[in-house]
Every structure is written in C-alpha cells, then in structure tokens.
T-cell receptor, first 113, second 112 residues
Framework: KAGVTQTPRYLIKTRGQQVTLSCSPI?????VSWYQQTPGQGLQFLFE???????NKGNFPGRFSGRQFSNSRSEMNVSTLELGDSALYLCASSLQLPQETQYFGPGTRLLVL | QKEVEQNSGPLSVPEGAIASLNCTYSDRGSQSFFWYRQYSGKSPELIMFIYSNGDKEDGRFTAQLNKASQYVSLLIRDSQPSDSATYLC????????????FGRGTSLIVHP
C-alpha cells in the first residue's frame, strides 16, 4: 500500500505570493491533518479534515487555509506569504481519528525569500 | 497559552539501558497524550498514545501518565542505537477534538 505523498517536495516563493501544497493520503484514509515544523517553533498543528470538512483547527492566522476533496486528497493554501512561513509542511493521514494513529508524508519544504 | 515542556537533551544512554523521557504540560484538563519519534531528516511517526492514568505498554515502550502531577513519560527498555532520535510529546485539547500542542522534543542518543 502506498504511503502518504506530498507535492511538491521543495518550493521557493517570495514574500506576498501565495502557495498551494498537496497531500494524497493512504488509500482508504479519510482524515488528513496538516502541520508546520520550524526550528524556532517546533511542530505545530494547522488543521484536520475529514470527509471534506474541516473538523479541527489550530491557532494559525486566516492566511492558512485548506480543503479536502471527495477522494480524500487535501490541499493547503498560504496566502500573502511571509518570511516566517518558511517551514517544513507535513501532512498525515488516518483512517478515521488522528488520535488513534496517523502516518506522515515526507513533507514539503517551503522557503520564502 | 498551553505549554508542553520537554528537556531538549541530548539524553545519552548506553545500549541495553532504559531511556526515560519526560514531558510536563500546563492544561490540567488535557485528556489525551501522544509520543512521536522523529529521526533526523525524517517525518515524525506516532509510537504511542495514552488516555488514562497509569502505564501503557507496547513492546519495549511504556508510556506513563500522571494527570495529578501533569506529566507524561516514555520509557524505552533495552535501548538500541536505532532508537536514537528526537522524541516529541504532544498533549491534546480537553474534550474530544484533535488539537495537539507539541513539545520541542528530547534528543535521545543510544551509544553502543
């Protein structure tokens, strides 16, 4: 069974631009969670989607948004990029509940210049 | 501001010893707790979760939860060099939602 895939793996953007990251969960998994990891703040929870609905949300500004499609694939969007948005963005998928188990993708490394 | 505190380490233990990783949290209402392992340059992986006071064992790993003292720990028995990684503690929001707050992680080094 294929694991969680994320595209692109690396991305360079400039301040003020927007970016869209994609995550394909493990087949059959309906929950997708997104995280941001930086050296300064560590790992932080962004949001979680289940059956095309945002079920949980962390403490991030509205510039960070996401969505989930009927095939469970998910995208996250960051608008008006800031230098501080440079980070590794990870997604993880779960069958139903991320509390029980989840599998992480390899991440998308975003650099904002 | 919810806080999850971990000693950054590194914690160095000899092969075969017990590694003890600790985590304290500020939100007394928290009910679910997670331990993740992250190898250098890799993504995290969930290794254990615990909801109830006491111990939960899974192979060489034991999670211990003490809600009264607001700490959760992870014991790794018979530590192996392959256990060398950063261990992240995460504490979930009170209630049924999944909104975890992560600690900064403890670096564990198991030397032969």
């Amino acid at each position: 069974k294929a694991g969680v895939t994320q595209t692109p793996r690396y991305l360079i953007k400039t301040r003020g631009q927007q970016v869209t990251l994609s995550c394909s969960p493990i087949s059959g998994h309906r929950s997708v969670s997104w995280y941001q990891q930086t050296p300064g703040q560590g790992l932080q929870f962004l949001f979680e989607y289940f059956s095309e609905t945002q079920r949980n949300k962390g403490n991030f500004p509205g510039r960070f948004s996401g969505r989930q499609f009927s095939n469970s694939r998910s995208e996250m969007n960051v608008s008006t990029l800031e230098l501080g948005d440079s980070a590794l963005y990870l997604c993880a998928s779960s069958l139903q509940l991320p509390q029980e188990t989840q599998y992480f993708g390899p991440g998308t490394r975003l650099l904002v210049l | 501001q919810k806080e999850v505190e971990q000693n950054s380490g590194p914690l160095s233990v000899p092969e075969g010893a017990i590694a003890s990783l600790n985590c304290t949290y500020s939100d007394r209402g928290s009910q679910s707790f997670f331990w993740y392992r992250q190898y250098s340059g890799k993504s995290p992986e969930l290794i254990m979760f615990i909801y109830s006071n006491g111990d939960k064992e899974d192979g060489r790993f034991t999670a211990q939860l003490n809600k009264a003292s607001q700490y959760v720990s992870l014991l790794i028995r018979d530590s192996q060099p392959s256990d060398s990684a950063t261990y992240l503690c995460a504490v979930n929001e009170p209630g049924g939602s999944y909104i975890p707050t992560f600690g900064r992680g403890t670096s564990l080094i198991v030397h032969p």
